[in-house]
């Protein structure tokens, strides 16, 4: 079973700052089933980034992935009020998943 | 516009069980691998369960099989999670979700929003 690591646990940065999210991997995985996502408080999760670097439908520009192998970045250049959720990075192999153990964005 | 609506949650003694069932509408659901995912209170998200297209293939969490049961009935657009013999652990919100595939990748890219189980006396 591949073991997804998020860090930091807790990023506390100001609107307009830049954020950068990392998921490690306890072996190698497939650009094409790592993705990203985005839960608020009292609502399901939103899917952001798919296959490492591609954008979901309706996702802003301010919102990228990259990486390859075990590392894997979400980068959110400029944070807006509502980008302030925790974020979750995926991985699909072998008709299974896992999650990271997430990362909160929180309000400096 | 797609959709998932989840029901059956609710409060359950240890060792009861509860079927969960998901709704889906505006896309073609017979065409989609399904899955259920599970979030404890406070906690992170935890896949649970995966069904094929067609039900042949399923696959769970080590921590829900031979306890959990997943199905599809594609004439009526709908998944059911079947859960017996439940623990404290089990305690948590269940999302369906669709599973998406495509050259570029393989997400749960449309969810529901939720259906709470507790498991407690």
């Known amino acids: 079973e591949i073991v997804l690591t998020q860090s930091p646990g807790t990023l506390s940065l100001s609107p307009g700052e830049r954020a950068t999210l990392s998921c490690r991997a306890s072996q190698s995985v497939s650009s094409s089933y790592l993705a990203w996502y985005q839960q608020k408080p009292g609502q399901a999760p939103r899917l952001l980034i798919y296959?490492?670097?591609s954008r979901a439908t309706g996702i802003p520009d301010r919102f990228s992935g990259s990486g390859s192998g075990t590392d894997f970045t979400l980068t959110i250049s400029r944070l807006e009020p509502e980008d302030f959720a925790v974020y979750y990075c995926q991985q699909y192999g072998n008709s299974r998943l896992t999650f990271g153990g997430g990362t909160k964005v929180e309000i400096k | 516009e797609e959709q998932l609506v989840e029901s059956g949650g609710g409060l359950v003694q240890p060792g009861g069980s509860l079927r969960l069932s998901c709704a889906a509408s505006g896309f073609t659901f017979s065409t989609y691998w399904m899955s259920w995912v599970r979030q404890a209170p406070g906690k992170g998200l935890e896949w649970v369960a995966n069904i094929k297209q067609d039900g042949t293939e399923k696959y769970y969490v080590d921590s829900v099989k031979g306890r959990f049961t997943i199905s599809r009935e594609n004439a009526k657009n709908s998944l059911d999670l079947q859960m017996n013999s439940l623990r404290a652990e089990d305690t948590a919100v269940y999302y369906c979700?669709?599973?998406?595939?495509?050259?570029?990748?393989?997400?749960?890219?449309?969810w529901g929003q939720g259906t709470t189980v507790t498991v407690s006396s």
């Open positions: 296959g490492a670097s």
């Open positions: 979700a669709r599973i998406y595939s495509s050259s570029s990748g393989t997400t749960l890219d449309v």
